[in-house]
């Protein structure tokens, strides 16, 4: 039973680490909710930075839209506008006159060079 004795005697003999140093349950405690407080704005901050490039990505499609929409009907006007119909109506509005014969002028002498 000695040996028991002295096994036990030497664990009494070593140094007691003190907890209450290393782990003060009111400290833990604060610091868990200091890292919890600290995430939960973190979380809000991303959310809310999140929210507000899905709002400004919804109105730039929105824009986008209304450009392709409008970008649409002035091509249309512009084919409307370059049409045969069109055009001859201008050309009778302004009282130009209608060519039936083109004269093209041919030189009778010959072109100079350098």
């Given amino acids: ?50 929210s507000v490039r899905g709002f400004e990505l919804s109105e730039t499609n929105k824009k986008i839209n209304d450009l392709n929409s409008e970008n649409a009907e002035l091509e249309l006007k512009t084919m409307q506008l370059e049409s045969y119909a069109s055009i001859n109506e201008k050309v009778k509005n302004l009282g130009l006159v209608k060519i039936d014969k083109i004269d093209y002028i041919t030189p009778s002498i010959g072109v100079a060079r350098k």
């Fill in 1 to 50: 039973m000695q040996p028991i004795q002295e096994s036990s005697a030497r664990a009494e003999k070593k140094p007691r680490v003190k907890w209450k140093k290393f782990l003060n349950l009111r400290t833990a405690n604060r610091i868990i909710f200091l890292l919890i407080f600290l995430f939960f704005g973190a979380y809000l901050f991303g959310v809310n930075s999140l």
